[in-house]
T-cell receptor, first 113, second 114 residues
Framework: AQKVTQAQTEISVVEKEDVTLDCVYETRDTTYYLFWYKQPPSGELVFLIRRNSFDEQNEISGRYSWNFQKSTSSFNFTITASQVVDSAVYFCALCDNTDKLIFGTGTRLQVFP | EPEVTQTPSHQVTQMGQEVILRCVPISNHLYFYWYRQILGQKVEFLVSFYNNEISEKSEIFDDQFSVERPDGSNFTLKIRSTKLEDSAMYFC????????????FGPGTRLLVL
């Protein structure tokens, strides 16, 4: 069965702190894709990253970085030097051999000035 | 850059009424999806649609729901007789045939059932 777990429901940090959002997934498939989406207060889903199961290289994009570890079935997301504009709900998602995206329950990040 | 659009952005309806949520997927995409997000909860898959038929649906997608591609551009979700618990944000998404995992989401329709 497919499952995505985001154990942190809410995280609060002060601006300029680094923060890591955890994501653990379950799937029986060997080919799958992992995603992170940002949902600001306006409600839309903003795509951040897609990784396939064969590419375990970590990725960095500006202040964002992702750590994919197949051995622990984790796909963690780190924001370096957080800013108030990073405040949002962040969702991790999995897509394997079905058509659908399976989302985690989300982590609400609040960045205080 | 092409994007998925949804109308209306907000809809308020009375319990028992029918609603139709509309989506215009990206023009060369062949797979279409609806997802639902109850306030404060996670995004949940409802249905996927390809070649004018449902390819997969979740247990949430019961007989109250239907989807249609009435013409070459629109993709609709109909809820026949709305219930209070249908209040949610509904997201449409579309993808290319060769990259179904990469789904492009619309901005959502916020439905409130009173």
């Amino acid at each position: 069965a497919q499952k995505v777990t985001q154990a942190q429901t809410e995280i609060s940090v002060v601006e300029k702190e680094d923060v890591t959002l955890d994501c653990v997934y379950e799937t029986r498939d060997t080919t799958y894709y992992l995603f992170w989406y940002k949902q600001p207060p306006s409600g839309e889903l903003v795509f951040l990253i897609r990784r396939n199961s064969f590419d375990e290289q970590n990725e960095i994009s500006g202040r964002y970085s992702w750590n994919f570890q197949k051995s622990t079935s984790s796909f963690n997301f780190t924001i370096t030097a957080s800013q108030v504009v990073d405040s949002a709900v962040y969702f991790c998602a999995l897509c394997d051999n079905t058509d659908k995206l399976i989302f985690g329950t989300g982590t609400r990040l609040q960045v205080f000035p | 850059e092409p994007e998925v659009t949804q109308t209306p952005s907000h809809q308020v309806t009375q319990m028992g009424q029918e609603v139709i949520l509309r989506c215009v997927p990206i023009s060369n995409h062949l797979y279409f999806y609806w997802y639902r997000q109850i306030l404060g909860q996670k995004v949940e898959f409802l249905v996927s649609f390809y070649n004018n038929e449902i390819s997969e649906k979740s247990e949430i997608f019961d007989d109250q729901f239907s989807v249609e591609r009435p013409d070459g551009s629109n993709f609709t979700l109909k809820i026949r007789s709305t219930k209070l618990e249908d209040s949610a944000m509904y997201f449409c998404a579309s993808s290319l045939a060769g990259a179904r995992e990469t789904q492009y989401f619309g901005p959502g329709t916020r439905l409130l059932v009173l």
